[in-house]
């Protein structure tokens, strides 16, 4: 696990976004794009790299849905690690601050999946997340939200493609959007143009800008709204 900190360190507002390695070429893009969301560079960012993509962002053991890459379920090990060596030095020195993670994919699993798990976090951007992951949807409905804004987002053509288990992400975002209800937080479901591998910047600054700034978010999409009575 590799950490990285940018920006103000005495802000009140954490971004913590969860990546690959194959994430760091698209950081600075991001960045910039929140910031020019926002209007704001008044926070601080951390990536925390994960070692093994598969292992360490599944929260429980699954067989491959493509190749021979099989799913380890260290999810736990990964959030106990991020806990002690992120996030509670951090508010230890900053009780103050609030803390909104993101990830983007098996990441974005990954993320939403620690908002049922613990309550350190205040919102959860979770995007283009791999919410077909097998018994998640089930994990979900037996499980209570702790954080207090989600924001999901998918692209329209992600469910376009011939494995079955990938093709439910469509359902399976909708099912798990539906279930935040039931705990009157703050949620939305957006809906991208294109397939899983299209704008993946901006569809991360995008998630941490409604986080950060809901009605900042609303001047820069207008049709906000739409997305959210169409899920």
Not at 33 to 53: G, H, R, Y
Not at 86 to 107: N, Q
Not at 117 to 132: D, M, R
């Amino acid at each position: 696990m590799k950490v990285n900190y940018q920006g103000n360190r005495d802000a009140k507002i954490v971004l913590l976004q969860i990546i690959g390695e194959h994430e760091l070429p698209l950081i600075e893009e991001e960045l910039s794009k929140i910031k020019a969301i926002t209007q704001s560079t008044d926070f601080l960012f951390i990536t925390v790299q994960v070692d093994n993509w598969n292992d360490d962002l599944s929260p429980w053991l699954a067989a491959p849905i493509f190749g021979e890459a099989k799913f380890g379920g260290n999810a736990e090990k990964l959030l106990t690690r991020i806990e002690n060596e992120v996030i509670t030095p951090l508010v230890s020195a900053y009780p103050e601050k609030k803390i909104f993670v993101g990830g983007y994919s098996l990441a974005g699993l990954f993320v939403m999946w620690a908002g049922y798990k613990t309550n350190l976090f205040e919102g959860i951007a979770a995007v283009s997340p791999s919410v077909w992951f097998p018994g998640f949807v089930d994990f979900v409905h037996n499980h209570k939200m702790l954080a207090n804004r989600v924001y999901l987002s998918l692209g329209d053509k992600e469910a376009k493609t011939r494995n079955q288990i990938l093709a439910q992400v469509e359902n399976d975002i909708r099912d798990v959007y539906r279930s935040l209800g039931d705990y009157g937080l703050s949620s939305i479901l957006v809906w991208n143009k294109g397939n899983h591998f299209k704008e993946p910047a901006l569809r991360m600054a995008k998630g941490f800008a409604w986080l950060m700034s809901y009605e900042k978010l609303l001047q820069f999409t207008p049709n906000l709204h739409s997305f959210t009575k169409a899920c």
